[in-house]
């Protein structure tokens, strides 16, 4: 028989369903994500620390994970919740099951619920902190949960501290700088590490970036001591408006260095420049959100996961370049001076269609226009060329 496990969420509301992945009980947002697959790279992403994660589509593991799917060295979901998960791992890329990979790493899942029902309460009431419980965490793999235990689980789900209001990026950020394997090329940028998706890195060295990723407390004059030509700001989980050290630091660099911010980062650089954020009814987390490019007229695909959005009526330095189409929220912006840009969106995909990947390209234009095309500060090229 089953080993059988429950959700609870805040209010009440139980899901009955049964255990996988590491047995136990785990606590967090309950958010949901409609991409019909890249779950290794969902459970991978730093951006999901706090949140237990709900698929849409109603089958996940069957391919397995792998060595190359990884988007950090380990999960950060809290909770994974799906209709079915498959025991399986079938598929030539497949190295070690999801229910390995969850069991090794301490990920407690469930499955066999309603997640459409599930899906629609988050749609309409917004999104809730829930609490997973496994029978074995509670009396044993055949235990049957009572009134008594549901009562106590959504009181604890109801006492978690919300992601609201907390800066949840040192968990997840580098605890030292470290330079990503790259060839050398003069190009160097700081990339601020608030939770990266290690694709954004990845793309950025295929171009011929050389990145140097430092903690996201690195102060303006340590990365101006790097000497950097560009500034990469990455995403992150947590509420943007709590990490101001952050803010500061951008401020502070903002015009100095082009600068490109995913997500976190482009929440954090409409902060630094006085701008607001807000938290949405439910967030977009998918592979599939139309973006109008305002610039160009063109629509693009993209691969999504925020619960905050940046107020476009409180931009001041900035000007909107994206918006979504679903529901008209920024999605990108570029300042009006500076050679300082945004998405909140992933152009990386990790999952996703690859429509947004020309913002790396259009990062590495910045900073050859700025710096010239040899790596050398146009104005030196310029002195060089006077001979002065
Ligand atoms: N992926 C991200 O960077 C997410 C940013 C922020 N934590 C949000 O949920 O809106």
């Given amino acids: 028989m089953k080993e059988r496990a429950v959700l609870v969420l805040e209010d009440g509301t139980t899901y009955h369903g049964y255990a996988f992945g590491s047995r136990g009980k785990t606590v967090g947002e309950v958010v949901f994500n409609t991409a019909q697959t890249g779950y290794q790279e969902t459970l991978t992403d730093p951006s999901y620390n706090g949140q237990i994660v709900v698929m849409t589509y109603p ?120 330079a990503y394997p790259t060839l050398k090329t003069g190009r160097r940028i700081v990339v601020m ?56 630091t951008l401020w502070k660099l903002m015009g100095l260095l082009p600068t490109f911010g995913i997500c976190l980062g482009h929440q954090m650089l409409a902060l630094a420049a006085g701008g607001r954020t807000f938290k949405m009814k439910f967030g977009h987390r998918g592979a599939n959100h139309p973006v109008k490019n305002l610039l160009t007229g063109k629509v693009e695909i993209t691969s999504q996961n925020h619960g905050y959005a940046v107020d476009p009526d409180s931009l001041k330095e900035f000007k909107p370049t994206h918006i979504n189409l679903n529901d008209g929220t920024l999605e990108g912006m570029a300042h009006v001076r500076y050679p300082v840009f945004s998405v909140q969106y992933h152009p ?28 050398m500060p146009v104005e030196k090229q310029q002195a060089d060329k006077l001979g002065v």
């Fill in 59 to 178: 089958h996940q593991g069957n391919y397995g994970v792998n060595v190359f799917d990884m988007e950090s060295n380990r999960p950060w979901v809290r909770g994974f919740v799906a209709r079915e998960f498959s025991p399986y791992a079938a598929g030539p890329r497949a190295q070690q099951s999801l229910a390995e990979f969850m069991e090794f790493y301490g990920v407690t899942g469930l499955e066999g619920i309603d997640t459409r029902a599930l899906v629609r309460k988050i749609r309409e009431g917004g999104v809730l902190k829930g609490v997973i419980a496994h029978a074995s965490a509670l009396g044993g793999k055949d235990y049957r949960f009572n009134e008594a235990d549901l009562k106590a689980l959504q009181a604890e789900a109801r006492s978690w501290t919300d992601i609201d209001g907390r800066d949840m990026t040192p968990e997840v950020s580098t605890p030292l700088p470290y």
């Fill in 193 to 248: 590490d608030f939770g990266i998706k290690l694709s954004q890195v990845k793309y950025m060295a295929e171009l011929g970036f050389e990145p140097i990723v430092v903690p996201g407390k690195t102060t303006p004059a340590q990365i101006m001591a790097l000497e950097p030509q560009g500034l990469f700001v990455s995403n992150g989980p947590g509420d943007p408006s709590m990490p101001r050290y952050a803010h500061d």
């Fill in 348 to 375: 990386e995909a990790s999952p996703g269609p690859h429509d947004s990947i020309y913002l790396f390209r259009r990062f590495l234009e910045e900073v050859e226009s700025f710096h010239g095309v040899t790596g």
